[in-house]
Structures are given as C-alpha cells and as structure tokens.
C-alpha cells in the first residue's frame, strides 16, 4: 500500500509542535512568513499560525498591510519554523500558495481575540507611515468610543490566509553539522519523499 505522504508530513509537524509545546517554547506558533512582490524583492517576518489541517496553514493578517498586498499579487508564499527547544534544534519549512479563508471561518476567529487586539484592528492602518504615536493612540481611543458597549465587528480588510502546502523540509540539527533533513515535494498530483544532504 503506497504510504500517503501528505499525512505523513503533517503528522510529523503535528508531533513536532505538541513536542515544542512541551518543552515550553515561548511561542511555539510563531512562524517567518515569506513573501515577494512585483519587482521580485522577498520580505519576511514573524506570525502565528492558528490553525492548521490538510487543507493547510493558516494566519490573520491586514490585508491592505505590505505582505497582504504581496499575497494578493503574488500568493506564493514560505514559512519557516525554528524550534531551539528540541534536540539540537529543529526547523520545518513549508511552501505554498496563500488563499483567503472563507468569512465565516475569518469572523469565528476575530470574534475570539481579545477586545484590545479587535480594537487595533481598525485602529492600524498596518505598514502605512505613522507620523507619531499620539496619532495612533487616538485613532484606538476613537475606535473605543465607537464600540462602546457592543460588540466589536470584524474590519472588511481584515482576515485569514491558508498556506496549501506543495513542499514541507523538516530540518533535525545534530553535531559537527551531520544534519537530517528530509524532503516531501507535490509534483502533478502526487506526494514524494526524499533524503536531502545536510
């Protein structure tokens, strides 16, 4: 019987972050995100994943901030995790297309992050130039007196982004630089799997 690779590979991401939990990791989630734009320019940085099955991996975002931009242009996306808590350290990529979540799985999400965290989301214009920090502070205080005692409706700019993966690398550190790596690629329609040199 032909092992499902996919599976396979989510599985042992599965077991990876339950493993990083346990050793206490301050933030297991947290996850580089990559993404270029039109000129071919990558940029990274650091999100959280919130959810993550076979259809994929999955972080809320802006969508008018710089990566959301990028991912609407382009949707290829990569995401890197690094655990330092796990033997000699290990790290899992993954690569992949971005879609949107659906607004449903989007306004289930929002409506359970923390009231400060909902009010900054209509607060921020996320990546624009901020003149000052006073600025800032008043566009939350407004955003505050408009929520008053109702609850705080997710912004139309505002939502998820599934990662579907067709590449995952789990990276295992060991001494002298003797890695184990191991390769799971999607190619026409079929997973493979593969040994990589360190």
Known sequence: MTPDLHAEALLTFAELLDQARATHDPEPTAMTLATVDDDGRVAARTVLLKA???????????????????????????????????????????????????????????????????IGAWASYQSETLPDRETFEARVADYERHFDGVDVARPPHWSGYRVVPDRFEFWY????????????????????????YP
């Open 173 to 196: 550190g060991a001494q002298f630089r003797l890695h184990e790596r191991w390769g799971y690629e999607l190619q026409d329609g079929t997973w493979s799997k593969r040994m990589l």
């Open 52 to 118: 993550f099955d076979e259809r994929g991996f999955v972080f809320y975002t802006n969508q008018h901030s710089r990566k959301g931009r990028e991912l609407q242009a382009h949707p290829q996306a990569a995401l890197l995790f690094h655990w330092k808590t796990l033997r000699h350290g290990v790290q899992v990529r993954i690569e992949g297309v971005a879609h949107a979540v659906d607004d449903s799985e989007a306004d289930a999400y929002f409506a359970s992050r923390p009231r400060g965290s909902q």
